[in-house]
DNA sequence: ATACTCCTAGAGTAAATACTCTAGGAGATA
DNA sequence: TATCTCCTAGAGTATTTACTCTAGGAGTAT
């Protein structure tokens, strides 16, 4: 592997354990056994190797086609979305985290997070109408309501896996299958 | 105003605007008008005054009585109640936002919090069991579903606001209200 | 062989940060 | 007046952090 991943997997991982704040860059660079000057070598500072893990992250959400493409989707195909999501969420779960904090220091990956983020968001949007069109669901008439059903589940997937870390509870299989559920139980008066 | 108190306030209104991290205890002094030895004779470090932050967030919410005494709720107090939350978590936003970090570094910050973050979620369940005998709303039958939709309520109200951050929207009253109609929605197939 | 590019180590530095220490002021009490 | 407690200022320090600089190794092309 080379120094530039091993820097990269090492921050991720330091990352998601302490905090960014808790990580400097000599620590990232001993933990992953290569010299600080090395690491400015492929890095300018702790900012470049936040933004690459983010760059990481996008194109993670980018390339994932989480629908089987050769049928109509069924409602146990949301399930698999949505524990897709948690997946990717968890891998990059400091970003999560610090959400707020990160995108408020560095306007360019504010940018780029956002709108790879708006965009998953309509596609979640026609995720939700091509289910309706299969027949799955049923949406109701009111399109804001709609609207309002959507951005809850949004939340819910965004956020539950933070929810269970405060609660100190280890996150595994079955407490992501407890998160899908909360979004079923939220679409639940609304099934065909 | 003592200068603890203005050692308190400032800390609070800079962890808010900034971030823990980015908040050393020199900028706090500098920012109160107080010298950093005095600010070292009332608190012994930094996570002294977060702790004291968290303190002072407890009492608020071990203190305060959102629902009228005098009369039987209605599903509007539901709102209001909804409402005085958000207004409480917007005021110690800093802690939501970095509430896994902080928990995690610190284990007495940790069991205050969760025990009083407990009472409360306990105390939320009281409430729609008030509602539910007041005729407000119509739990189901199911303890498990009405526990679902307990823990929805409970997670969009802790991090409604949150998510606008993300969003980079203004936090203000209008917002409030429609993080208060994420919940209704969430109930509205319940209501009587 | 020479030179050139790419990468790496590790010593070194300026600034920031958390925290200490000492000297002393203000007001209450003896 | 003397003393005692509580509070405050500000200089000073050890450590950490981000980041730089120089010397050189390993391949590859000439």
């Known amino acids: 592997m080379s120094a530039r991943e091993k820097i990269l997997d090492t921050a991720l991982k330091l990352f998601n354990d302490k905090g960014t704040a808790a990580v400097s860059t000599n620590h990232i660079a001993e933990a992953a056994g290569i010299s600080p000057g090395n690491l400015y070598y492929h890095f300018r500072n702790k900012e470049e190797i936040i933004r690459e893990l983010f760059q990481r992250l996008n194109t993670t959400w980018e390339t994932y086609q989480p629908l089987p493409q050769d049928r109509a989707p069924i409602i146990n195909d949301l399930e698999a ?42 596609g979640f949007h026609q995720l939700l109408h091509t289910f309706s069109d299969a027949g799955a669901i049923r949406l109701p008439d009111d399109p804001q309501i709609a609207n309002e059903l959507q951005e809850i589940c949004w939340l819910i997937s965004e956020f539950w896996l933070t929810s269970l870390e405060v609660n100190g509870r280890k996150v595994n299989e079955a407490e992501m299958q407890r998160g899908v559920n909360l979004i079923r139980r939220v679409i639940q008066p609304y099934l065909a």
């Open 81 to 122: 979305v949505i524990k897709s999501n948690y997946q990717i969420i968890w891998q990059y779960r400091f970003a999560y985290r610090e959400l707020v904090a990160l995108l408020r220091q560095d306007a360019e990956l504010r940018a780029n997070f956002l709108a790879v983020r708006q965009r998953g968001y309509e």
